[in-house]
C-alpha cells in the first residue's frame, strides 16, 4: 500500500515571513490527516524559518531544487548537504528548471544521487509539452527520462524516489489531464518503465504522483485512480484553504 503525497510547490512565492504564517494556518487543517503526507516546498530563504515553525509537526518540508555537489565554486547555488536539517524533501527537475534554468537529464541524475546520498526524498519531475503530446511521443518521451533520471540508482535506493508525472501544458494553465490519461502515463508509463529497470516488486512500491493544474475541484477523482499516489500542486497549494481541502479529499479517497 503506497501512502498519498501531496506536495506543494510554492515556486517562486512567499518571503519568509508570509511562509511562517501560512504553514501556521495549515497545521491545524491538515494534522487530522496522517493518513495523508503532506509537504509544502518553499523556497530556500524560507527554509529555515518553515522547519521551525513545523519542528515536530507532521508535514513535512521540501526545497525546489539543489545542486548535486557537496560544496564547492558554484555561485548561487545550494547543496544537499546544506539543506539537510532543514528539508527531507527536494523537487528535482521540475520543467520550469529545465525550461529556463537549462537542466538536462544528465543533471537531474546527478541531483537524485546526491539528495539520496544525504538521506532527502528527491521528487522527479518528468513530463511532456504541447508539441511532444500533439506529436504523439508522450509515452517514449516520458519513459525516456524517467530511465534517463533513474540510471545507475539501486532498486533499493529507487524505493524511496517519488516521481511526479506533470505534462508541461498542463501547468499553471488550468488544464489537466483527464484522469484517466493522467493514470495511464503514471501507471502503464512511469510505473511500467521502473518495472523494467527494477521489476514488478520495486515499481509497485515507487510513489507517482500527478501534477498540473490540480486542485480542489479534480484531486478526487485523480486520487480515486490506482497508479496516482499523489500530487504535485502549484497554485492551488499557495492557498491554505485548497491545500487543506486537497488534503482532506485525498485522505477521504484512500
Ligand atoms: P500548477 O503547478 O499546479 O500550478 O499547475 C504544478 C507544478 O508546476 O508543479
Redo the contacts with the bound molecule.
Sequence with gaps: MRKPIL?G?W?MNKTPAEAVEFVRALIPLVTPYPQVETVVCAPFVALPAVAAALKDVPIGVGAQNCHWADNGAYTGEVSPAMLKGLAGYV?IG???RRQYFAETDEGVNKKIKATLAHGLVPIV?VGEDLTQNEAGITEPWVSGQVRAAFAGISADQARGVVV?Y?PIW?????K?ATSEVANRICGAVVRGALAEIYGEEVAQAIRIQY?????EKNIGELMAMPDIDG???????LKTDAFAAMVRITAETN
Design positions: 506536495a510547490n515556486k523537487i521540475h520543467s520550469e519531475c511526479a506533470e498542463a501547468i499553471g494553465t488550468g489537466t501534477g498540473g493544474s490540480a486542485n500530487a504535485l500542486i502549484g497554485g492551488a497549494s
